[in-house]
């Protein structure tokens, strides 16, 4: 019966090292590939964790922090029962995002002739960056703006659909009741956000901004 020599016993360790490897990568890629289905084709993560951190199951389940960003260096939690072991993984993105085309000033409305779109990494690229140019046509620039700069969203503001001062539509609705008034609105605010309104009668209520600049009470 022949002996298994120190030196293939460790290229069997090798092998089976590389092959774990694999395995866990695949399983990282489909966590991330789900998470991301618009980028499915052109993602690719690479597991920089060493393999002694490694979870010590078959399948282990993957959880990343809510406010994790989408891409580049993430930190995912593996769980194998009641074991917890974090993984440092690179998740490299391809696809298109939004830059502008021209000097943008702060304050001024974005158009969709302001922007351009790009193709390249976007894992590389600073945190929101925006890949959809509908998502921030008319939005409000906070910041100046340079030509071909990536967008993100902390560059941006959506517009006021309610600005302080201006007479609004308050409507108040609850089982089975529904009343519209009108009222003063005492803060700029966007479509969703909360909004102070001082009603005729001077008392101040509050409530959320529709898209149509209406005021939207529950009771």
């Given amino acids: 019966m022949r ?11 090798l092998l089976s090292l590389h092959t774990d490897a ?18 499915a084709e052109n993602l690719t993560v690479v597991l920089r964790t060493p ?3 490694w979870p010590q199951c078959d399948t282990p389940q993957f959880f990343v ?8 260096m993430i930190s995912v939690a593996a769980n194998c029962g009641q074991e917890r072991r974090y993984l440092q993984v690179q998740v490299q ?9 021209r000097q943008v000033a702060r304050g001024s409305a974005l158009k969709a002739s302001d922007l351009s779109i790009k193709h390249g990494r976007l894992d590389v ?11 921030i046509v008319e939005a409000i620039s906070i910041r100046d703006i340079t030509p071909g700069q990536p967008l993100t969203l902390s560059m941006v503001r959506q517009p006021w659909r309610v600005k302080a001062g201006q007479n609004v539509i308050v409507i108040a609705q609850g089982n089975g009741f529904n009343a519209t008034s009108e ?5 700029n605010a966007t479509a969703t956000q909360p909004v102070r309104v001082r009603m005729g009668n001077g008392q ?3 409530g959320k901004v529709d898209a149509d600049g209406n005021i939207l009470i529950s009771l």
């Fill in 93 to 101: 993105v391809t696809g298109d995002y939004v830059v502008t085309s």
């Fill in 51 to 53: 393999a002694a951190q």
């Fill in 65 to 72: 922090a809510a406010n994790s960003r989408q891409w580049g």
């Fill in 125 to 135: 690229l600073p945190a929101r960056v925006i890949v959809d140019p509908q998502q």
């Fill in 204 to 206: 101040i209520v509050s």
């Fill in 183 to 187: 009222g003063r609105a005492m803060n």
């Fill in 3 to 13: 002996r298994v020599t120190p030196l293939l016993a460790g290229l069997f360790g």
């Fill in 22 to 39: 694999a395995d866990l990568t695949t399983q990282l890629t489909q966590f991330f590939k789900a998470r991301d289905a618009t980028h």
